[in-house]
């Protein structure tokens, strides 16, 4: 069943007077980002997007999350046009994004707390996702008392306690160590195992990519379309190990390979924009 639709997204985003960009090796004071997106998602997918730096990987995220509005086409959740941050979809970002002022259990409760859940109920959830994400312990602490996967859990954690149907995630590991950004890769797996919520994830990491995803979504260089959509037909549920293994090394070898001619188009465009800029 289809829970996410995006039919012929399309954006344009106008600069400020002054300001130039470089397409098709042309000056232009408007950027076209997104080209005619096309892509359906399931019920329950786990989806992973990768493309070159700047090729609209966070806008199209933010069409699907109702944070900004396409240009033109259109997304839907189960058939109903997102023209708003919609109740039912959750967006976790790169940057903890929690309340300094508020512990491990108040910066979860507080999601709950603004879709008017009671008091007990709120208690209660929270706590149930902080356990979830080897939390219990820390509930008091609050953000700097914590370390960045720590934060990125209780982030996590608190994007979850809503029981969203969509879960977006902007690059929500990469500021972490990659010791700590394996160990929750994984985490977040066996808790999507268990609630197998619609996930939407950007990544620049293409083994992360492939260990997350059902499908890896290519985008190209700006303006982005799909390139590419690449079924990862991986065994779940999944252990850090499968990298090590020949059916990994080939997804690894698609999606790079897949890759590769956006990114180098990607670096072409900036190296003729800062040519013009000088
Ligand atoms: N509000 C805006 N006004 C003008 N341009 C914008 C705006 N938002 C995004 N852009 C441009 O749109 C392009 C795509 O940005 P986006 O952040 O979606 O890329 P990305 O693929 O997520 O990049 P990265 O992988 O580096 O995070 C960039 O060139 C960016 O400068």
Not at 41 to 55: A, N, Y
Not at 185 to 199: A, F, N
Request: proline share 4%.
């Amino acid at each position: 069943m289809e829970r996410i639709v995006v039919n012929s997204v399309r954006k344009t985003f106008a600069l400020k007077p002054g300001q130039t960009v470089t397409v098709d090796g042309r000056v232009s004071n408007r950027i076209p980002v997104l080209d005619g997106i096309d892509l359906t998602i399931r019920k329950g997918e786990f989806i992973t997007l990768v493309g070159p730096s700047g090729s609209g990987k966070s806008v199209l995220l933010d069409i699907i999350a109702g944070l900004t509005e396409a240009s033109s086409g259109v997304a839907s959740i189960d058939g109903a046009e997102v023209r708003k941050p919609h109740s039912q979809t959750a967006y976790v970002f790169q940057q903890y994004a929690l309340f300094p002022w508020r512990t491990a259990l108040e910066n979860v409760e507080y999601a709950l707390e603004v879709r008017g859940a009671p008091a007990a109920v709120r208690r209660e959830k929270a706590l149930y996702f902080l356990n979830l994400f080897g939390l219990k312990g820390f509930e008091d602490r609050f953000p700097s008392q914590l370390s960045g996967g720590m934060q990125q859990r209780v982030a996590i954690a608190r994007a979850l306690s809503t029981e969203p149907q969509v879960l977006l995630m902007d690059e929500p590991f990469a500021a972490l160590d990659a010791q700590t950004r394996d160990i929750l890769q994984s985490e977040l797996l066996r808790i999507w195992e268990q609630i197998k919520t619609t996930v939407v994830f950007v990544t620049h990491s293409i083994d992360e990519a492939i260990f997350l995803a059902d499908r890896v979504v290519v985008m190209t260089a700006r303006p982005a379309k799909v390139k590419e959509i690449i079924d990862v037909d991986l065994p779940r549920p999944r252990e850090i190990d499968i990298r090590n293994t020949d059916a990994f090394n080939a997804y690894r070898a698609w999606v790079w390979n897949s890759l590769r001619d956006e990114v180098s188009k990607a670096q072409r465009d900036w190296a003729l924009a800062s040519a013009y800029a000088n």
